[in-house]
């Protein structure tokens, strides 16, 4: 048999990274992002999610998100971005 070199893949784009903004006399937004979607030429894969899923509050902050999608071999890729909520007041 064969070693599996060959790692995961995302099928769906990993998202960017995006800014939302909190609406006026509130710190927090409600964001929402496609999840990545990964397959693999085995048929098994297993993805490792951020504590963040989507639809969620999140206050005005930088929140990094990380998936990542591993084989039954152990090959693995990663898809980053990051979450940024911009507070309306940060601006008076």
Do not use: Q
Not at 27 to 32: H, K, N, P, T, Y
Not at 62 to 85: K, M, Q
């Amino acid at each position: 048999s064969f070693a599996d070199i060959t790692p995961p893949s995302f099928t769906t784009p990993c998202p960017k990274s995006m800014d939302f903004y909190a609406a006026e006399c509130s710190s927090d937004a409600l964001v929402s992002w496609d999840e990545p979607v990964a397959s693999d030429n085995s048929g098994n894969v297993s993805v490792s999610y951020p504590e963040i899923r989507p639809p969620t509050r999140l206050s005005s902050s930088f929140n990094p998100l990380t998936y990542i999608a591993t084989d039954s071999s152990g090959n693995c890729v990663n898809c980053s971005f990051h979450l940024r909520v911009i507070s309306m007041s940060s601006f008076l």
